[in-house]
């Protein structure tokens, strides 16, 4: 089965708020690991990307964290924007499968005005 | 100047139809995707093209035949469509194959939904 878990759920923040999403996944030999954002009727977009050699990245109002011990990833956002509002996915590619980029199921992020 | 492009972006079939998605993308990237995303938003790879060599065939049914005519174009194609197959279709390039790492960013087209009634 697939290797990256997130059930879909809903995360709704006040606007200037922080989010942190949350992604498990369970093929310890994933050596890469990307955020992606997906807004309605839209492909997935590149947030960030992470290799397994590093716990935390940061880019533009955007961080992810890597918990390698615990198979766990995170997408925290600064400044919660409306704008941010879309469905979030964490995804991974193993060393096994080095072409392949398997997805999680998502999180939808809802920025209250 | 759209960086992948795919058509069409709405088509709606009967069962038992053939039908073909168009994918074109100007990076000049070496590596094409085939993505595939039920209801549910869970997108799951079907294809993989290296400059027009396939390399990732994930137990997709042979109803469904991708065909890269160049490196630039990965299309797909569909016999005797079924219920089942409504979703939505993304095409996807990255510069090369191989693990992540800067610059290897998979980039999406804007999906095909597929309808099948």
């Known amino acids: 089965g697939e290797n990256v878990g997130l059930h879909l759920p809903t995360l709704s923040v006040q606007e200037g708020d922080n989010s942190i999403i949350n992604c498990a996944y369970s093929?310890?030999?994933?050596?890469?690991f990307i955020w992606y954002k997906q807004e309605s009727g839209k492909g997935p977009q590149f947030i960030i990307d992470i290799r397994s050699n590093m716990d935390k990245r940061q880019g533009q109002r955007v961080t992810v964290l890597l918990n390698k011990t615990v198979k766990h990833l995170s997408l925290q956002i600064a400044a919660t924007q409306p704008g941010d509002s879309a469905v979030y996915f964490c995804a991974e590619k193993g060393m096994d499968s080095s072409y392949k980029l398997i997805f999680g199921s998502g999180t939808r992020l809802l920025v209250r005005p | 100047d759209t960086a992948v492009s795919q058509t069409p972006k709405y088509l709606v079939t009967q069962m038992g139809n053939d039908k073909s998605i168009k994918c074109e993308q100007n990076l000049g990237h070496d590596t094409m995707y085939w993505y595939k995303q039920d209801s549910k938003k869970f997108l799951k790879i079907m294809f993989s093209?290296?400059?027009?060599?396939?390399?990732i065939n994930e137990t997709v049914p042979n109803r469904f035949s991708p065909k890269s005519p160049d490196k630039a174009h990965l299309n797909l194609h569909i016999n005797s469509l079924e219920l089942g197959d409504s979703a939505v279709y993304f095409c996807a390039s990255s510069p090369r194959p191989g693990r992540g790492g800067s610059g290897n960013t998979i980039y999406f087209g804007e999906g095909s939904w597929l309808t099948v009634v």
């Open positions: 093929n310890s030999a994933s050596d890469y």
């Open positions: 093209y290296n400059n027009k060599e396939l390399i």
